[in-house]
C-alpha cells in the first residue's frame, strides 16, 4: 500500500510539474502573444486611444496600431514606480511625433493588480495610457510568470496577425534610446 501512495505521489507531482512548466513559459521573439482577454476601458479616451467603440472585450492584436508595447508592472513594485514617469514620457514623444502618433500604442498590465490597485496607481503617476487589472494572475501565468517591470513589443498586421520582436526585464532609464530600440526591431522605419 505504501509503495502505491509513493507511486502515486510521483505521478501526481510530475503532473503538477508538467503543467506549471507549460503555463510558465517565457515569451519568445519571433513568436506570439498568448490569448489574452481584455475589457474594453471605460473611458472614451481610452477606447479612441486604442481604436474600439462600444463595449466587451479585446485582444491585443485587435488594437488599431502597427506596434503595441505591453508593460507588466505591479502597483506595489518599486522598480515600476520609479519607472512610471518614464512610460509618460514614452507615451509624450510617441504621441507628440506624427510618423509615430498612432502606430505606436501602450498598454500596462498589472500583475496581481485589482481595479482598484490599477487606478490608484494610474492616479498617483498621471499614466495617460490604457492599464488592466490582472488580479487573479491568469494573464501573468500566460506570459510566463515574469518579474516586474517586463516588456513586450508586438508588430501588429494588417491582416490581423501578430509577432512579438521585443522582450525586456527591467527598467529603461533613457526613453529615446528605447524608442530607438523599438523603432528600429518593429521596422517602423
Sequence with gaps: ????????????MIAIMSVASAVDQPLVVGGQLPDIQLAVPKDSAE???????GFGSFKIPEIKSRVVI????????PYCQ????????????????PAL???????????????????VFKT????????FPDGDLAIHKKVGGVRTPYFIGVNI?????????????????????????????SGLK
Aim: with cysteine.
Design 124 to 131: 498617483k503617476y498621471n499614466v495617460p495610457f490604457p492599464l
Design 47 to 53: 477606447k479612441g486611444y486604442l481604436g474600439f467603440w
Design 1 to 12: 500500500m505504501r509503495k502505491i501512495i509513493s507511486f502515486c505521489t510521483v505521478i501526481v
Design 157 to 185: 498586421n494588417a491582416d490581423g496577425s501578430h509577432q512579438i520582436f521585443y522582450t525586456k526585464l527591467g527598467v529603461f532609464d533613457n526613453v529615446d534610446e528605447f524608442l530607438g530600440n523599438i523603432i528600429k526591431l
Design 101 to 119: 502618433k498612432g502606430k505606436i500604442k501602450l498598454i500596462g498590465i498589472g500583475a496581481a493588480n485589482t481595479l482598484y490597485e490599477v487606478g
Design 82 to 97: 520609479r519607472e512610471a514617469p518614464y512610460m509618460n514620457q514614452l507615451y509624450a514623444k510617441i504621441e507628440q511625433d
Design 70 to 77: 505591453i508593460e507588466i508592472f505591479s502597483m506595489y513594485c
